[in-house]
Structures are given as structure tokens and as C-alpha cells.
């Protein structure tokens, strides 16, 4: 009994062991300024992965909302990539196989357009309507838009888009019928923006992380 006894404990006190080898390197420094650079960072990535993403599914939604009638209004815009590349085909394919595409470039262009100026936008604009904040959201990606197409075609040698219909401005680079479009991307920004902004989710980014084994292993009980 007593052998069994002190196996046991034997072994517990190896997982204590192993336990307390867990550290965080690092885990005693506060995080300052160096977290607000990484927060700055992880929003900036966010704003380009949930910009490819949503580029990918906006393609299918243009393509059924083109055939529904009154919503079709709201997508006249005839959306394209330069001809030279034959991608424009994507608009010919059966809305079953959900296909969608997207070049790398439109990672850099959300994170800038969110990061630099709906974020920024979000705080001058904090106590004004909804509505004038979205249309002020819509003409600036409007503008965005097409100032950095142009930037795009100066360096690449192609239009990464471009749009065909009758209400395309800025050398044909964005188009005067998606300006509602702009005004709602713009608003989601903005609420994505105000949800990582929470003051409970900063305090807990901006506080020292576990500088000891028993608070490592609490923040992992806490985790599970």
C-alpha cells in the first residue's frame, strides 16, 4: 500500500515538474508600447484576410444579385480585371461551383483602406449620424479605390480591376454605382474596428503576461 502510495505521488510530482517547466519567454516584461505596435499589426493582417475573403464571396453575390430583381439595382457596376489576363470567364461559371478570385495585391489594399483611413474616420466621425458616416466611409474607399488601381497599374503593368459600365470614373479604376457597396464595407469596418477596440479585450492584451509557472498554469486552466 504504502509503495502504491508513494508511486502515485512519485508521478504527480513528475507532471508538477513538467509543469513548471512551461514559461512564456519574455513573460516578465510589460507590454507597452510594443503591444500597440502588435495590436496595430494583428488589425492591419485582419482587414487584409477578411478583405480576400470577402473579395471571394463578392464575387458570388454580384453574380446572383445581377438576376434578382430591385437588387439588381444596387449592382450595375460591371466589375472586371484587365482583359490580357482571361480571368473575366469567372463570370460565366455555374453559381453552384461558388468560384471567386483575388489577387494578394487587395491584402494590401484592405488593410491600408481600414487601417489608415476608416479607422481614423471612425474616431474624428465617433458621435455623428450613421448614415453620414457611411456615406463619408463610401466616398473615401470610392476614391481609394480608384487612386490605388492606378498606383497598382503603374507598378504591375495590368488593371488588377477595372470597371466597364457607364458610371465608371477615375480612368475606369471604381465606379459611381458601387458607392452604396463602399458605404456598407465601410460601416463593417467600423464594427469590427469597435469590437477590437473593447476596453475589457485591451486591459487584458495591455496586462503582463504570466511572469510564473503557477499564474502560466492558471491562465491555461482559464483558457480551458
Not at 510589460?30 to 464575387?59: D, H, N, P, T
Not at 457596376?77 to 461551383?97: C, E, K, S, Y
Not at 477596440?197 to 482559464?222: G, N, R
Request: charged share 20%; with cysteine.
Amino acid at each position: 500500500m504504502g509503495d502504491a502510495m508513494g508511486a502515485k505521488a512519485a508521478v504527480e510530482s513528475g507532471v508538477v515538474q513538467q509543469r513548471r517547466q512551461v514559461r512564456i519567454r519574455r513573460a516578465d516584461i510589460k507590454r507597452g508600447q510594443r503591444m500597440k505596435v502588435a495590436f496595430g499589426v494583428f488589425r492591419f493582417c485582419l482587414y487584409g484576410m477578411v478583405g480576400l475573403s470577402a473579395e471571394i464571396f463578392f464575387y458570388n453575390l454580384v453574380r446572383i444579385a445581377q438576376h434578382v430583381p430591385l437588387l439588381e439595382a444596387l449592382f450595375r457596376f460591371q466589375w472586371r480585371v484587365d482583359d490580357r489576363l482571361g480571368l473575366n470567364a469567372i463570370w460565366d461559371t455555374p453559381i453552384a461551383t461558388a468560384y471567386g478570385q483575388g489577387s494578394l495585391w487587395m491584402f494590401v489594399i484592405y488593410g491600408v483602406a481600414c487601417f489608415f483611413f476608416i479607422e481614423p474616420l471612425y474616431r474624428w466621425m465617433l458621435y455623428q449620424h450613421t448614415g453620414l458616416r457611411a456615406a463619408v466611409y463610401g466616398v473615401v474607399i470610392l476614391l481609394f479605390e480608384g487612386f490605388s488601381g492606378v498606383i497598382l497599374e503603374r507598378l504591375t503593368g495590368y488593371r488588377i480591376w477595372y470597371y466597364a459600365d457607364s458610371g465608371a470614373i477615375l480612368w475606369q479604376m471604381t465606379s459611381l454605382y458601387i458607392l452604396p457597396i463602399w458605404m456598407v464595407t465601410g460601416l463593417l469596418a467600423e464594427f469590427i474596428y469597435r469590437e477590437l477596440m473593447d476596453p475589457d479585450l485591451l486591459a487584458a492584451l495591455e496586462s503582463p503576461l504570466p511572469a510564473t509557472p503557477e499564474e502560466t498554469e492558471a491562465s491555461f486552466q482559464l483558457i480551458r
